[in-house]
């Protein structure tokens, strides 16, 4: 039992070609090993094609396979050499000198178990099994292992000589029509291939496409509600700065209407005062006009001012004036965004694979003018140059109160919503500075990591320092190790996932690419640490 084991282990450590031990064993691309010069030999005879072979699989291959030694391989088939393995009856199945030889093998002669009267030439039993498997090879005449061949051939009858005649006139239509398959079989895996990955290809087609409805979909539904919300919003203003007038018109009205009142009362009390002042005016006699002149009372303070008659009446003009100027803004406001929301739609992908820019002109195809939020900006930050820099000034700023201001950590976030391809670049002076993409509903108050850009799950950062760069991403870090510049560039592809950071210097040099999945806009942003004059600016790209 054991030397059956033994002549396994033999076997299968053999290299096909020379039916020896292997001898500085290389693995192919299909799996199987061969000793490195027998391959190489092998390959050698097949220069001028464009494929080559496994001699075993008949599996094809291009360009021709680059050698490598297996280094697993070789250290076992030494360790089995030590343990005796070579140590197998080499008559068993080596050719002796009473033995025919195989005329293939290279190296030691396999004794042959046939011989063929189209080839003239003996095969040992791998080397035979092409007659078996080969339909052109498979019309030749085999016999018993001969050394003499020719003779024998010639020794026999006639029909063994027209099989002779046949050969020398087959032989050749048969070895080019063996080359022809050879090539054929090659074509045919490329098109078997070509089909694999084209049928792949379609089923991620029809996966887009029906990504893409279904997207276009829910984005409808999304928007519909989202402007139905908004016309809801506009007609309860509406409907409250009608009840708001209605009720100030009531109230207005009440009161002029209680002063028209008391008016005309006094007006009656007047002209009737006016009469008897009139008819005692008129008495002619002396004695009787003093003697009732104590009796007239005297005239009553008035109970209204005439001052409303004198000023300007704008009643609720000034109502329609602030309801304009609304109008006016939200018309300025959906201008401004539906250009960002046009584009978005523009934007989106319905093409499978679109690769990352290479290029530094073409990333500038996605470049966004980025602008930051004052709201947002820590008190120890001033914006400049049109809210396009910042800079970490130390001394605390009188802003005023805002909910969307950080207020432990110096930094500051964009105003621009980032969604499908967009590139920008920052251009910093001093120490450091963090570069950062963030959404919007980051937290802004306190010291805690919810507010810290890259500290979360809300936000990615790149930092940026003289000893190198820092990515901060989902609570985790890498450091990258390259030379200093102080011009970095952001790709984001909103998508695709995709958040990629370049040093911009001669070229385009790719720090870190970020793959996740973005659930919500995103927005730029920078954060400084405690050098004071640092300052970092997003640069206007033409």
């Known amino acids: 039992m054991a030397l059956n084991k033994l002549k396994l282990d033999q076997e299968t450590f053999s290299c096909s070609i020379c039916l020896d031990l292997l001898n500085d064993p290389v693995t192919i691309p299909c799996g199987h090993s061969y000793c490195m010069h027998c391959i190489k030999t092998h390959w050698d005879g097949e220069e001028g094609r464009r494929l080559h072979g496994c001699p075993q699989c008949r599996k094809t291959f291009t360009p021709r396979p680059v050698l490598v030694k297996n280094i697993m391989l070789a250290e076992l088939v030494e360790q089995l050499k030590k343990t005796g393995l070579q140590a197998a009856p080499a008559d068993h199945c080596y050719a002796g000198d009473e033995d025919v030889a195989c005329d293939v093998c290279s190296r030691r002669k396999l004794k042959a178990i046939k011989s063929c009267l189209v080839c003239l030439a003996s095969y040992c039993e791998k080397h035979l099994q092409p007659h078996y498997d080969a339909p052109p090879l498979k019309k030749h005449k085999l016999i018993d292992p001969s050394k003499k061949l020719q003779q024998h051939i010639c020794s026999r009858q006639d029909e063994v000589m027209k099989i002779l005649a046949d050969a020398y006139e087959t032989a050749p239509i048969a070895a080019e029509r063996a080359e022809k398959q050879k090539e054929l079989e090659g074509r045919l895996q490329q098109i078997q291939q070509r089909i694999q990955v084209g049928e792949k290809d379609l089923k991620l087609l029809q996966q887009e496409v029906e990504a893409i409805n279904g997207s276009a979909d829910k984005a409808v539904v999304a928007c519909e509600k989202i402007f139905t919300e908004l016309v809801r919003v506009i007609q309860k203003r509406s409907s409250e700065v009608k009840k708001q007038i209605k009720?100030?018109?009531?109230?207005?009205?009440?009161?002029?209407?209680?002063?028209?009142?008391?008016?005309?009362?006094?007006?009656?009390?007047?002209?009737?005062?006016?009469?008897?002042?009139?008819?005692?005016?008129?008495?002619?006699?002396?004695?009787?006009f003093l003697h009732n002149y104590p009796s007239v009372s005297a005239l009553r303070e008035s109970t209204h001012s005439s001052s409303f008659n004198i000023r300007p009446l704008r009643y609720f003009e000034d109502v329609t004036a602030a309801v304009s100027e609304l109008r006016d803004k939200l018309q300025d406001i959906l201008t401004e965004?539906?250009?960002?929301?046009?584009?978005?739609?523009?934007?989106?992908?319905?093409?499978?694979s679109q690769q990352e820019p290479k290029t530094r002109a073409d990333f500038l195809k996605y470049s966004r003018e980025i602008t930051l939020d004052p709201n947002t900006t820590n008190k120890e930050l001033v914006l400049s140059e049109g809210n396009r820099r910042a800079t970490f000034m130390k001394q605390r700023q009188s802003y005023s109160s805002h909910t969307d201001r950080f207020t432990y950590w110096c930094q500051v976030l964009g105003r621009e919503s980032l969604t499908g391809r967009c590139y920008w670049e920052v251009e910093y002076r001093g120490k450091a500075v963090v570069v950062a993409v963030s959404y919007k509903n980051i937290r802004r108050a306190g010291s805690l990591h919810e507010c810290c850009f890259g500290c979360n799950d809300k936000s990615c950062a790149l930092s940026c320092y003289r000893e190198g760069y820092t990515v901060y991403f989902n609570s985790s870090f890498i450091t990258i190790s390259a030379p200093l510049c102080f011009r970095i560039g952001v790709y984001l592809d909103h998508r695709a996932g995709i958040l990629s950071f370049y040093r911009v210097s001669e070229g385009m040099t790719l720090l870190h690419r970020v793959q996740t999945l973005f659930t919500e806009p995103c927005y730029a942003g920078l954060r400084f640490f405690d050098s004071a004059g640092d300052s970092a600016e997003f640069i206007k790209l033409k």
Request: aromatic share 2%; no cysteine; proline share 0%.
């Open 337 to 352: 965004k539906w250009t960002n929301i046009s584009l978005t739609v523009s934007d989106a992908d319905v093409l499978l």
């Open 247 to 288: 009720s100030q018109q009531k109230t207005e009205v009440s009161r002029a209407k209680e002063l028209q009142k008391k008016l005309e009362q006094e007006i009656t009390e007047l002209k009737r005062k006016d009469a008897e002042l009139q008819q005692l005016s008129d008495t002619e006699d002396h004695i009787q």
